[in-house]
């Protein structure tokens, strides 16, 4: 454990740090969060025009929902074909801004460079309308792609000093827009071409080629390997008092979403669902309760002979409810504390593995729907997969599994710190002796 200590300590935090504070990382992280209500409400949607009934269903409500969805099926998928359909205009512009935002450029401007020279490339116009293949979930890696580079492009000119020189009278708006002349001609004289390129010779666009570089690694992070992997990484940060989660789903926003997007064009085709990690997987199988699937251990918690413990679990079990947990993790502690270093690591590895299974085997449903992650567990499990109950039954399954795993280490640690409480109690009683004599 002291070789662990070190390691975390000396090696793992430092790195850890730097890239929790990395300029792209954290624009790119932020950028998925900034188009994250467009994703929500368009999956909602898309849920609603695909009823979880069958279509010779007798319940009323699956009768009438199910006539609903035929009769304005594409009034319904219009606002999911204008937020999730083209999800990567938005994830472009707003990477683009919050990276712009951390170099102190103008911040709109070279959102709106970014979503122009990805819709050059993206969606080119052909017979007065505009190609949407691209700017839906397989656009994603080269919207990031686009946005850095137009934001790398306008800070390097800035930087030297490469513009149109306007006197201090101009308004500021218009000496941005001004600023913005440059940046646009290069985009177009380089982005552009290099497209065109592609497209002749290989008869796809760069968002095509793009997507087939990735494809190896696409397909590799659909994998139970992976999906241990980011687990581990993200739990052991967080034991080290990093906020692991945020690294590593800045890393993997854009396969989740990649494969959220797959998954979404499956289901409006009538196909058999392919993908399995999806961000609610994370949230509502792996991470039940917050990073490390704490809810199990809030349950023991308010159950203990520890007056600390139960005081940690009285305060911890509503915001565990909705996958908040930072009161367990640092109220316990969690960090740094060996005791709980298994478990912490372990649990939500046992939640990966089980659920990776069961959905493989459609024991239950795979994920079609963003949920905003602060929903209760066993609703946006259900609600993820368009409203299967069997998501549900597994979410209570795990938080028993994960009750077994805890509870050895939770006894071992309760006994630890009943016996440092114990002599502040008797000590207290002494006191309260000697009281009453000197009263009496």
């Known amino acids: 454990m002291k070789a662990l200590f070190d390691f975390l300590e000396n090696t793992l935090t430092p790195i850890a740090g730097r890239l929790a504070t990395q300029k792209h990382v954290c624009a790119i992280r932020?950028?998925?969060?900034?188009?994250?209500?467009?994703?929500?409400?368009?999956?909602?949607?898309?849920?609603?025009?695909?009823?979880?009934?069958?279509?010779?269903?007798?319940?009323?409500?699956?009768?009438w929902w199910i006539s609903m969805s035929s009769t304005y099926f594409d009034?319904?998928?219009?606002?999911?074909?204008?937020?999730?359909?083209?999800?990567?205009?938005?994830?472009?512009?707003?990477?683009a801004y919050n990276l712009a935002n951390s170099y102190k450029l103008d911040a709109l401007?070279?959102?709106?460079?970014?979503l122009m020279s990805f819709l050059l490339i993206a969606a080119p116009m052909k017979d007065g309308a505009l190609s949407a293949t691209y700017l839906g979930g397989t656009g994603i890696f080269t919207a990031i792609i686009?946005?850095?580079?137009?934001?790398e492009l306008t800070r390097?000119?800035?930087?030297?000093?490469?513009?149109?020189?306007?006197?201090?009278?101009?308004?500021?708006?218009?000496?941005?827009?001004?600023?913005?002349?440059?940046?646009?001609?290069?985009?177009?004289?380089?982005?552009y071409p290099l497209n065109l390129l592609i497209q002749n010779n290989f008869d796809m666009l760069m968002p095509g080629a793009i997507m087939a570089l990735f494809q190896p690694l696409v397909s590799a992070s659909d994998t139970l390997p992976a999906i241990l992997l980011a687990v581990l990484v993200a739990h052991t940060l967080w034991f080290a008092g990093i906020h692991g989660s945020a690294i590593v789903s800045g890393i993997m926003a854009p396969f989740w979403l990649y494969n959220l997007g797959v998954n979404q064009e499956a289901l409006a085709a009538g196909m058999e669902l392919p993908q399995v990690f999806i961000e609610p997987f994370w949230s509502f199988f792996i991470v039940l309760g917050g990073s490390g699937a704490t809810f199990s251990l809030v349950l023991l918690y308010l159950r203990s002979k520890s007056a600390h413990l139960k005081t940690i679990g009285r305060l911890g079990v509503v915001p565990a409810m909705f996958n908040i947990n930072e009161p367990v993790i640092f109220g316990s502690p969690i960090v740094m504390n060996p005791i709980m270093f298994i478990p912490f690591v372990g649990a939500p590895m046992i939640n990966a593995i089980i659920a990776y299974f069961a959905t493989s085997m459609d024991w239950i449903g795979k994920m079609v729907s963003l949920v905003p992650w602060t929903a209760p567990a066993p609703i946006g499990a259900a609600w993820g997969a368009g409203w299967q109950l069997n998501n549900a039954v597994l979410v209570f399954i795990l938080i028993g599994v994960n009750l077994v795993v805890y509870y050895p280490f939770f006894k071992i640690y309760e006994k630890q710190l009943l016996a440092e409480e114990q002599p502040q109690d008797t000590d207290s009683t002494q006191d309260n002796k000697s009281s009453e004599q000197s009263f009496a």
Request: hydrophobic content about 55%; aromatic content about 12%; overall charge neutral.
């Open 30 to 63: 932020d950028g998925f969060i900034g188009a994250m209500p467009f994703m929500i409400v368009g999956s909602f949607l898309l849920v609603f025009a695909f009823p979880p009934f069958a279509e010779d269903t007798t319940f009323a409500l699956g009768q």
């Open 75 to 95: 009034e319904i998928m219009t606002p999911f074909n204008m937020s999730m359909g083209i999800m990567s205009c938005y994830i472009s512009a707003c990477i």
């Open 109 to 114: 401007p070279t959102a709106m460079l970014s």
């Open 146 to 151: 686009v946005a850095i580079f137009v934001t």
């Open 156 to 191: 390097f000119l800035k930087v030297r000093n490469i513009g149109f020189k306007m006197p201090e009278q101009v308004p500021d708006k218009i000496r941005q827009s001004f600023n913005l002349l440059i940046p646009t001609m290069i985009v177009i004289v380089t982005i």
